[in-house]
């Protein structure tokens, strides 16, 4: 890999050649891939990139640490839209908001963008088994990645993932072993078997290159804003990955000379299980946390990669901000009737920590904000109804439906 | 409109002047948009294409019936990935396939291509409500299109609507009737409901103008083939306007010169529901029939646009075939496990129907085929399950697992 120098753990500054196999650092630390960016300077730029015409996540080929023979894998990763909100950004008191609709991925998630690498990474490692834990949509992200590039998967799930997540599993041929527990019992599970087995890792507190992948959102907010930066990024946290792959992707365009300056991040948890934000306000070690959220996908109260997450927050000189289970449905809502985008709990949790800092004038005047929608509502359709009520139920009679209709008229 | 002629009755010839509100004919003919071809060819080439940098639907405006000064609706319609498989070609044993993902569109389904020409129709119509019955799909298609664009949305659906599909509709804020009864009685309800406060009318069968929206994934597929045509192109059928639509897009496409062959349709319908194939086969007319499928899009026994769909099948020397539930349900395992794509009972009737095809010897040899995924598996988790099976349940022990996968690894 020309553009990769080595993995370099966050903890101890140890540095290890970057290996398809690579994990953790022998002290525990996590690693983090670090690049040369006068190569990848004398290979890409905007115009580069006004002309490359690869849709998708794998145009930023150039950032990721693949080696230049590797074929991206089959699915079509990323290229999802981004979409501008004006009546929303008015309703919310914002000069500009971007909504970037992730849950438009080829398996309804933006951990899609790292399981897309992990394949990737596993074809170097000459595997042909991946396996992970998941509090759902990164194994079914992972599940469907691996079957459409002919590899086998064994899938560790929480047993509280919604029927959406467990159903896309099943489909893409995963063997899938539902843990009777919490998200850090099925981890642990998993990584014993990973062990046994010898199964290529993806679980991406463990694998570095997970992250690699995950940045190539902010590399598409980025180019569709014409390589300008909004002011905030607001994402959904939960294990740290994501929030650390948005400012890993800004600091790569940056160090790439594409962007000239970076975004705040807005670092949104569940008010029932916030460990990261806690540990990056206070500054103090992260502790454990219950997991007391419908936002399932953001429920991990072990985050197994907070210290980046941490460190990202802290060097946006990011807010950190937590909302209920009411305001995430409330969140749900205001994103479906506004901009016709239907997030699962989690994948709006981003927007409803944006109205909480709203509410609160925790944003300056004309902020302008990208709020990353994670995950698709089709995914846990029960909360989608818990947020927004049944429908009027009725037989075919005129006489009824004008009597039903009359409130609303 | 300068590249459209007239709409003109399918059935008796007669000639109308093509208004938004244009609705069916005098003798109760369904109307098709006629367009100047020479008008378009002077607008577009296949030089155009490479150089136009528009994604999604509205890049091939110049085919699509709305003024030059009405804009495109906000969601990012269309630009679903085209999959070459070819592990699941070889299976079947036919030359080349591909799979046409359009579950992947901004709430799901192919039906956004629809919606997304009905709300720009509505708004040259100066409407601010629009409403419709449906199966499903187009309801949620035309809420979720409609509340981006910030317009009122009324949507009749028959009560066995899969909760995915009633989740989105009240997510995008839609007044949703769920109308005790078939697909039939949600059709009439709606339709007097229309009369009676005056909204805008999205039902495909009434509405001349969505299936040119629909057509737009028969754009995708040759533009994406290097302006190639398979020899094949098979599609789920229930309510006609779909497979009509994927005719016209190609007759489109020769018409302006930038094909120079047109493919022949795969019309694929349920075994408990085949009225549009059961009268293409015969050439008698078509008669209702009982809507006993478990997918739920094609369950239409009174098919409301057959005219156009039987003239379509006919005129392509097309082939029909009805597949049985099970037979969709190990079709939804078998594009799961092949190429990762997730599709519902009806988005993956079509390619049950290649299945079948190829079992039966019906194709010849060196076939090539293009099936196209209307509707994304995560509408309907309740099948995925049905169609794969449940997890292993497990509690947090490895001896147990050990135990568990014994008989897989």
């Known amino acids: ?38 190569y990848i300077r004398s290979h890409v730029s905007r115009e580069y990139y006004a002309r490359c ?5 794998w145009r930023y080929r150039a950032f990721l640490p693949v080696e230049e023979s590797t074929p991206a894998p089959p699915l079509r990763v990323g290229a ?10 008015s309703q919310l008191s914002i000069s500009r908001l971007w909504i970037k609709d992730d849950g438009l991925n080829p398996t309804a998630s933006l951990k899609d963008r790292a399981s897309s690498l992990a394949v990737a990474k596993a074809m170097e490692a000459g595997a042909d088994t991946i396996a992970c834990s998941s509090t759902g949509n990164a194994a079914s992200s992972l599940a469907g990645n691996a079957a459409a590039a002919g590899m086998r998967t064994f899938i560790f799930v929480p ?24 998200y850090e019992d099925a981890f642990r599970l998993s990584a014993e078997a990973i062990d046994r087995y010898g199964w290529y890792n993806r679980n991406a507190a463990i694998n570095p290159y997970l992250m690699e992948g995950k940045k190539t959102v902010s590399f598409e907010i980025a180019e569709q804003l014409g390589w300008n930066v909004p002011d905030y990024v607001a ?15 800004f600091q790569d365009l ?9 975004p705040r991040l807005l670092s949104v948890q ?11 306000r206070s500054g103090a070690p992260w502790e454990p946390m219950p997991e007391d959220t419908i936002a399932d996908s953001i429920a991990v109260g072990v985050p197994r990669n907070p210290d980046k997450a941490i460190r990202a927050i802290q060097n946006s000189h990011g807010l950190t901000i937590e909302v209920t289970d009411d305001e995430i449905l409330d969140a749900m809502r205001l994103l479906g009737r506004t901009c016709g985008v239907f997030g699962e709990p ?27 929608v994670t995950g698709n509502g089709l995914k846990d359709t029960a909360n989608g109804i818990r947020a927004a009520g049944e429908p009027i139920h009725l037989p075919p009679d005129m006489t009824l439906l004008e009597e039903a209709l009359k409130d609303v008229m």
């Open 1 to 38: 890999m020309k553009n990769v120098l080595c993995a370099k753990c966050v903890r101890c500054g140890r540095e290890y050649p970057a290996t398809p196999d690579t994990t953790v650092c022998e002290c525990g630390g996590i690693l983090d891939i670090c690049y040369d960016y006068e």
């Open 53 to 57: 015409d690869e849709i998708g996540m």
């Open 80 to 89: 999802s839209p981004l979409y501008e909100a004006p009546r929303l950004a």
């Open 159 to 182: 047993s509280r993932a919604p029927i959406g997540k467990v159903a896309q599993l099943r489909i893409f041929g995963a063997t899938v072993i539902s843990v009777e527990g919490s």
């Open 235 to 249: 994402v959904s946290v939960g294990d740290g990955c994501t929030i650390a792959g948005v400012w890993k992707g």
């Open 254 to 262: 940056h160090a790439a000379g594409l962007i000239d300056r970076l």
């Open 270 to 280: 569940a008010a029932g299980c916030y460990p990261i934000n806690r540990a990056a």
């Open 346 to 372: 989690a994948g709006v949790t981003a927007l409803a920590g944006l109205v909480k800092a709203s509410q609160n004038a925790l944003l300056p005047d004309n902020a302008s904000v990208a709020v990353i």
